[in-house]
């Protein structure tokens, strides 16, 4: 089975290939069609999403025909990735609410959601964490000379405490589903 990357840029498919024993092939998806993929039933092992599954509303579709669909390419007993699903209950999210940020989300879930998803969608849910108790978003804003391995590794030892600290908290799921017979 070829394996592939879908809205990747060029660095990140060179990236991939390097890595990979099998083809990997970039395939743009359709504006007028956003929720049909154009790949037979079954011909995936494994679908990742990071950060998309949040926006498809936006564009016209919804998150359970966006998981059906999803389903549908996957092999059964394939698996779904899901990174990035923001947490309703985020202090981050709520802060991007208040001071209206662009890197607000529009839509937020419970585990609760998450889990009648996946369910209506014809998934079991294999794993399920909350992660991010620190905003990433600000690093961007630093000047690039202060963006260091160093103060990335300071953050992320202080985001994975944080993180068990406050996790009811944070600002993400990861969830990894299986796709059900």
């Known amino acids: 089975m070829d394996s592939y990357a879908f809205g990747a840029p060029a660095p990140m498919l060179r990236h991939l290939q390097s ?7 970039y395939s743009a998806g359709s504006e007028s069609e956003p929720v049909k993929l154009p790949y037979a039933d079954g011909t995936f092992d494994a679908v990742f999403s ?10 016209g579709g919804n998150e359970l025909e966006s998981l059906r669909e999803i389903g549908r390419v996957l092999r059964p007993d394939g698996l779904f ?37 996946a369910a209506a969608a014809g998934f079991r849910v294999l794993e399920m964490r909350r992660y991010n108790a620190l905003p990433r978003n600000v690093f ?29 908290f944070c600002q993400n799921y990861a969830c990894v589903l299986e796709r059900m017979k």
């Open 81 to 117: 990735f899901c990174f990035h699903f923001p947490n309703r209950l985020s202090w981050i999210e709520a802060l991007t609410t208040v001071f209206r940020s662009r890197h607000h989300h529009a839509y937020r879930y419970t585990k609760k959601d998450i889990l009648r998803l």
């Open 50 to 59: 990071i950060g998309v599954l949040e926006h498809v509303r936006e564009f």
């Open 140 to 168: 961007t804003s630093f000047p690039a000379g202060r963006r260091s391995r160093w103060l990335a590794c300071c953050v992320d030892i202080l985001d994975a405490m944080l993180t068990w600290a406050l996790n009811p």
């Open 19 to 25: 890595r990979s024993d099998r083809p990997v092939v």
